[in-house]
């Protein structure tokens, strides 16, 4: 089984000021993360995924993630927010222990950020 | 837009009764999943089928039910509706090659927000 813990559920932060939205997720023999974006009453959009390579990702909108097998972690960073960015983001993993999971999603609570002028 | 469409947007229904929501997938996505969105349980995993079959299950009650038609179309049945079922179903397709299933970028439709009262 694998779970996903957003470690923070809100975070404000000034425009132009960075932001790190934090991920830990269980281990598993193979994993797959995903960063998804919620805008207000919208469905969810891929930001970034990461899948095999390179642990440096990036994604849409200037937003780029760190996969840390170490500590577990897919750490989801972006140098410099705007109003636009004020949304709720939702981090995300599948992947397989042996058997196969056919891609079900497992998300973390969510983390909503908010972005002051 | 991401290609996936929902309907309808909106339900509002009694306790005890049945439901249906229907989801088309992007052109040529094989694979449609099937999520609930709600404030004390987050996005949960139902269903998944992959052109037709069934292929993974998440918490998903005994009261609810889904199927993919030949079309790909698919639609989610609740019924015996209770109180705690009202939340926000999304469907989300991706292609679901049989050697890309795990990885695969999921795309989110709009949301049906059911409303149980």
């Known amino acids: 089984a694998q779970s996903v813990t957003q470690l923070d559920s809100q975070v404000p932060v000034f425009e132009e000021a960075p932001v790190e939205l934090r991920c830990n997720y269980s281990?598993?023999?193979?994993?797959?993360l995903f960063w998804y974006v919620q805008y207000p009453n919208q469905g969810l959009q891929l930001l970034l995924k990461y899948l095999s390579g390179s642990t440096l990702v990036k994604g849409i909108n200037g937003f780029e993630a760190e996969f840390n097998k170490s500590q577990t972690s897919f750490h989801l960073r972006k140098p410099s927010v705007h109003i636009s960015d004020t949304a709720e983001y939702f981090c995300?993993?599948?992947?397989?222990?042996?058997?196969?999971?056919?891609?079900?999603?497992?998300f973390g609570q969510g983390t909503i950020l908010t972005v002051h002028p | 837009d991401s290609g996936v469409t929902q309907t309808p947007k909106h339900l509002i229904t009694a306790t005890g009764q049945r439901v249906t929501l229907r989801c088309s997938p992007r052109s040529g996505d094989l694979s449609v999943y099937w999520y609930q969105q709600s404030l004390d349980q987050g996005l949960q995993f139902l269903i998944q089928?992959?052109?037709?079959?069934?292929?993974a299950k998440g918490n998903i009650l005994e009261r609810f039910s889904a199927q993919q038609f030949p079309d790909l179309h698919s639609e989610l049945n609740l019924s015996s509706l209770e109180l705690g079922d009202s939340a926000l179903y999304f469907c989300a397709s991706s292609a679901g090659g049989t050697s890309v299933l795990v990885g695969d970028t999921q795309y989110f439709g709009p949301g049906t927000r059911l409303t149980v009262l």
């Open positions: 089928y992959y052109n037709g079959e069934e292929r």
């Open positions: 995300a993993v599948t992947g397989s222990a042996g058997g196969t999971s056919y891609g079900k999603l497992t």
């Open positions: 281990s598993s023999v193979s994993v797959y």
